[in-house]
């Protein structure tokens, strides 16, 4: 039986030379000094999303990443399983969120972090051209590795959305700086070995990472998955340039602080960062 | 061989793939590499091959059915893979899995299971190799399929509920592959069927050609002109379809997987990405994947192994339905004409053969009798009462 050689995910564009919305933003901060805060909220979630937006970047966060519920979320604990659940159950769809996001005026560039899937399902034009269209500068899809990105990044990078990928403390030496040379945006350090959600204290291997990444790229390195609090944001940013900081805020949000209370949870965490 | 290997990326034609979480690359890789030297090492395959037949009991004997086939028209000869040891075909794949875990010094194993079937398997072969097991299945399946979950503790494997979603195979995957993303340095993820991302697909496929290998002999022994007419097997990833199918791919055989009518994801799918791989999928306007219903815990998937979508695209293998209540007709058809109970999922199988029957008539149908009933009979009690 003869094969069809349409290996389409070994082809992989070089990613553009020209920074995109997201990294001239992020650099920029960073380089005026500023530990960069990226909190994620999951799209579609409760009537007060929006608000809860628009408060997390008032409380100082330099990007907001937009979680786009899906069904299979492999990559996420119990917390941000929950919340793409709710949503869903309640009605989000990409399109309800995208319509919505175009609406929300936060003033910092917002990420897209959703599944694969979606994007495939959609098309990777008309995905990349909604991402675009609802005023998202990137995209991160955690099940969508470097070896595959190929098709979904030539879509992206001729919409002009960043792709941000992750790299992770299992990638040998070798590894790390072909996925860090095809990411945009940002990189994006996987703290450690397991899926998102707050645990009780920084994985060593939050360290370990973002001190391989810093020493191998000027593009900004954000340590997500597992940041909990304050306190650990402002240690692992000894080494990183910032944070992204996930379930812990969800958890606050599905125990219904509202967008007061998100903000407050973020600010704390800005003025942490601020005071190193 | 029949049925080629994949592309370097893992592709059968278009379907397939590796699309996992970057944490989870350079151990496929690693996997990857590790099964291509042992499959071309003789001493592994000579202790596998041991193992299958002085452990699991092959070879697997074909069986033909006198009274059925009288009662139905068509000639239907059964691949006996339930008399294997732990009562169904997962075992041929959970030994290859067994030996390469530890031949890659990990002590641990995960696995997901519908039916229990594969989390039996998997329990077993740690019980035998000394390592840990540990075991996600959907709440709804531990229900209904009581007596695997008492077998795979009584085995020494801890068993934990998937709680998320349908409650069924789809979650107990989302979740074995969740511990993998955090165990991975020491845990070997022993993945059930003929899926996810590669080289699993293909991996899988070569621990079950030894079903087709044997079935190919054993029709040539019996057969005029040695090959039937068509190979049958029902599909939930694939497993034992294509093990089965391997064996006739470059005959005339027509080769038929039989998916259930609410698990049906070549029949009703399109193709997506779940469970780090491209392959039809049941899957809503948006690409959420939706939820499968079936009698059987084992098919209850909305998703199906990459080179099933690749030989249904080219059309070497054609794919049917069919329901639950034409389940439980077969199931008690052969319990009644052979003194054989079927597990569900190959009375999948036998169903289509029953309800197509007048376009059989005459013809010689090999199926591969995947598993046996003993995990159904409770089920069924309720049902029929
Ligand atoms: C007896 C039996 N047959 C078939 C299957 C389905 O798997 P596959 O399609 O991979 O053969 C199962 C799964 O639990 C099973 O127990």
């Known amino acids: 039986m003869s094969l069809s050689a349409l290996d389409e995910g070994l082809a992989i564009p070089e990613a553009p030379a020209e920074h995109g919305t997201l990294e001239t933003a992020l650099r920029a901060s960073r380089d005026a000094g500023r530990k960069l805060l990226v909190p994620y909220v999951t799209g579609g979630l409760g009537d007060d999303w929006a608000d809860i937006v628009r408060a997390v970047a008032d409380a100082g966060a330099d990007a907001i990443e937009i979680g786009v519920p899906f069904s299979d979320p492999v990559m996420d604990g119990p917390v941000i399983q929950e919340a793409s659940e709710l949503a869903l159950r309640s009605g989000a769809t990409p399109v309800t969120i995208f319509d919505e996001l175009r609406t929300i005026d936060a003033g910092v560039p917002i990420a897209v972090m959703t599944y694969y899937n979606l994007a495939f399902h959609m098309g990777h034009e008309r995905f990349a051209q909604s991402l675009a269209a609802a005023g998202v500068s990137a995209a991160i899809l955690p099940d969508l590795p470097l070896e595959e990105v190929g098709p979904w990044a030539t879509a992206a990078d001729a919409a002009g959305v960043e792709t941000v990928l992750l790299a992770a403390p299992t990638a040998p030496d070798e590894r790390l700086p072909r996925v860090v040379a095809r990411s945009r945006g940002f990189v994006y350090a996987v703290g450690l070995l397991g899926v998102t959600g707050e645990r009780d204290a920084l994985a060593s291997s939050s360290l370990v990472i973002a001190k391989r990444l810093k020493a191998i790229t000027d593009k900004p390195v954000l340590v997500g998955v597992g940041i909990s609090n304050a306190k650990q944001a402002v240690e692992i940013c000894a080494e990183a340039d910032g944070v992204v900081i996930g379930s812990a805020l969800m958890r606050r949000v599905l125990e219904g602080v509202g967008a007061s209370g998100a903000g407050a949870f973020i600010a704390e965490i800005r003025a942490a960062l601020d005071a190193g | 061989m029949a049925l080629a290997a994949p592309t370097s990326s893992g592709r059968f034609g278009e379907f397939g793939g590796r699309y996992v979480p970057e944490t989870l690359v350079p151990a496929c890789q690693e996997l990857e590499e590790a099964f291509r030297e042992a499959w071309a090492d003789p001493l592994f395959r000579a202790e596998l091959d041991g193992l299958l037949a002085d452990y699991a009991g092959r070879p697997s004997p074909l069986t033909e059915c006198h009274r059925l086939s009288a009662e139905l028209g068509v000639r239907v000869l059964l691949k006996r893979e339930d008399l294997n040891h732990t009562g169904s075909h997962k075992i041929n794949n959970v030994l290859g899995q067994g030996l390469l875990a530890r031949r890659m010094g990990k002590k641990r194993l995960v696995a997901e299971t519908g039916a229990g079937q594969h989390g039996v398997a998997s329990a077993t072969v740690a019980a035998l190799l000394g390592m840990e097991c540990m075991v996600y299945m959907g709440e709804v399946d531990i229900e209904r399929q009581a007596l695997n979950v008492f077998r795979m503790r009584l085995l020494g494997a801890e068993v934990v509920p998937a709680m998320s979603g349908s409650r069924t195979l789809k979650d107990a995957v989302n979740e074995a592959m969740r511990d993998w993303v955090a165990t991975v340095e020491t845990t070997h993820y022993c993945l059930g069927s003929v899926m996810g991302p590669h080289p699993y697909p293909w991996m899988v496929r070569e621990f079950h050609t030894v079903i087709g290998l044997e079935a190919r002999e054993q029709c040539e022994a019996l057969l005029?002109?040695?090959?039937?007419?068509?190979?049958?097997?029902?599909?939930?990833?694939?497993?034992?379809?294509?093990?089965?199918?391997?064996?006739?791919?470059?005959?005339?055989?027509?080769?038929?997987?039989?998916?259930?009518?609410?698990?049906?994801?070549?029949?009703?799918?399109?193709?997506?990405?779940?469970?780090?791989?491209?392959?039809?999928?049941?899957?809503?306007?948006?690409?959420?994947?939706?939820?499968?219903?079936?009698?059987?815990?084992?098919?209850?998937?909305?998703?199906?192994?990459?080179?099933?979508?690749?030989?249904?695209?080219?059309?070497?293998?054609?794919?049917?339905?069919?329901?639950?209540?034409?389940?439980?007709?077969?199931?008690?058809?052969?319990?009644?004409?052979?003194?054989?109970?079927?597990?569900?999922?190959?009375a999948h199988a036998l169903a289509w053969i029953s309800r197509d029957r007048a376009k059989l008539a005459g013809k010689t149908v090999l199926l591969n009798m995947s598993g046996r009933g003993d995990k159904d009979v409770g089920q069924m009690m309720e049902i029929l009462g």
């Open chain 2, 224 to 346: 005029d002109g040695g090959i039937p007419d068509v190979v049958t097997a029902c599909v939930g990833g694939g497993s034992n379809a294509i093990g089965i199918f391997s064996g006739f791919a470059d005959t005339d055989a027509e080769l038929v997987g039989v998916e259930p009518a609410g698990g049906a994801a070549v029949g009703r799918g399109v193709p997506g990405v779940v469970h780090g791989m491209k392959s039809y999928l049941m899957q809503d306007e948006f690409g959420q994947v939706q939820e499968a219903h079936s009698i059987s815990a084992g098919l209850d998937y909305p998703g199906v192994g990459p080179e099933h979508s690749h030989l249904a695209s080219i059309g070497r293998a054609t794919y049917e339905q069919v329901t639950d209540a034409e389940v439980i007709e077969a199931f008690q058809l052969l319990s009644r004409t052979e003194g054989i109970i079927p597990a569900l999922e190959p």
